[in-house]
């Protein structure tokens, strides 16, 4: 699939597939004098198709018809009143499954001018990609419906950088859509390293892999009390992207690696989801996809992609409720559910990332399912003690699309985390849960820039959404990506 910005008007164009991109206003009571045109050229059949199927231009509503000659479809495709970036992503996928309906090869995509023009052609660029994206590694009979080979973006000449940007930032949701559904037969803590070398390799990024001897010397004992029980061995993968010239910001992001959990001997039990718990190392994957968008871009700003990689089983060796464990900041921690896991894993990762230098961190985590309770499947939970790295991830969600909702940092909860035998425990009550969960991780970074996303909800959809078919989203790369470039 090939994507290319011409001059030419939808009136001279010629192809299998033309789709227009109409606003609420386009078509009130009369057409627009541009829709005139095209009307009167098409012999009434534009004003024919809107009467006819009663289109209101409402956003991601189409309506289509043969016309014949040198076009063979015409798609509309409803824009709504005041288009966002987000609205021309959702607009362009709907496009994208109903030409990849009628198998067409060509396909050009007309939207009304904007003063952003490069992020109309992004928001292009992303939108039919993401909706077009199939995974079809596990089929012995894959679906060989495919869409358009050649997208033509008309009226946005000179906008081959934002098409490649877009492209760029696509590999990396890809990727991270690739290793969330894999099963855990397929990505396990060696892979994911394996997937971390692979892109060192491929971009030039430097790469750093902990084995389970070294996360000890470290005193990594929270990460490793998790580890234990599994027969494979963890893997704490830190890859750098490094610009040629002085980065004007330096920063990490850190993501959860659970490539399975069981829940240990708090083990998951009947209608728990246990068989979705490949999906619980979401934030690891979009680490891996952010970093390869990165590499790619290529910015002026160096990055830290981190993730403490493990499994969490049930064996002989594995982590009792009641243990204490030592993290490498020194901190003691009761395990009172071997279940609340992922925590442990980030408390040494989190102390990593803050002896790096950086000027923030960000972590992310499928972390709980109290965060689904709160917010729903679609909007990840964000904390943070600074207002201004809250305010750049908010603006660098809602620019790509992934919703964000920040909670409190609410500190009276953690009495709740309180242990009379350790420093803490690794869960607090019932209410309040994925609270308690963040000012937990808070314990564990003394940088005063960091923000925890809990991404439990949006990794996976059981539907298709938009531009996300059914599966795994790549949820958090777009994110993490507008913010490193902000």
Known sequence: ????????????????TLALGLTTAAIGETLSSELQKLDQQWNGVLQELISDSEFKAKLAETTTTRIGGSIRKLILVGLG??????????????????????KSQTLAIAFPPSDDPAAI???IVEGISLALYKDQRFKSEPDTASGPSSIELLGLAGQEAAIARAEQVVAGVELARQLVAAPA????????????????????????????????KRGMGAFLGVAKASDLPPKFIHLTYRPKS????????????????????????AGSGIEMMKTDMGGAAATLGAAKAIGLIKPDVEVHFISAVTENMISGRGMHPG???????????????????????????????DGLG?????????????????????IAGLWSPSDDLAEQLLQAGKAAGEKLWRLPLEEPYLDGLKSPVAD????????????????????????????????????????????NPAGATGYGVRTLVNWVLS
Request: proline share 4%; aromatic share 6%; net charge negative.
């Open 1 to 16: 699939m090939t994507f290319q910005a011409i001059a030419t008007h939808p009136q001279d164009w010629t192809g299998d």
């Open 121 to 123: 052609a992004s928001a």
């Open 323 to 353: 243990d204490i464990l030592t993290a490498s900041n020194g901190k003691t921690i009761e395990v009172n559910n071997t279940d609340a896991e992922g925590r442990l894993t980030l408390a040494d990762a989190l102390v990593f990332a």
């Open 185 to 216: 037969n397929v990505v396990t803590p060696v892979t994911m390293a394996d997937t971390a070398q692979e892109l060192a390799a491929e971009l030039g990024l430097e790469l750093e892999i902990l084995e389970a001897d070294e996360c000890e």
């Open 358 to 378: 950086v000027d923030a961190i960000v972590d992310l985590a499928t972390l709980t399912g109290a965060c689904i309770i709160a917010l729903g499947d679609d």
């Open 81 to 102: 009143e005041s288009p966002t970036t987000e609205d021309y992503r959702r607009a362009a996928a709907a496009v994208a499954k109903q030409a990849r309906s009628f």
């Open 246 to 269: 002085t980065p004007r910001r330096k920063l990490a992001i850190v993501g959860k690696g659970l490539t399975f959990d069981s829940g240990g001997y708090n083990i998951k039990g």
């Open 424 to 467: 803490y425990k690794n869960t607090g009550p019932r209410a309040g849960g994925s609270i308690t969960a963040a000012l937990f991780l808070k314990q564990f970074v003394k940088h005063p820039v960091w923000a925890h996303l809990d991404v439990a909800g949006p990794v996976w959809s059981d539907k298709e959404k938009h531009y």
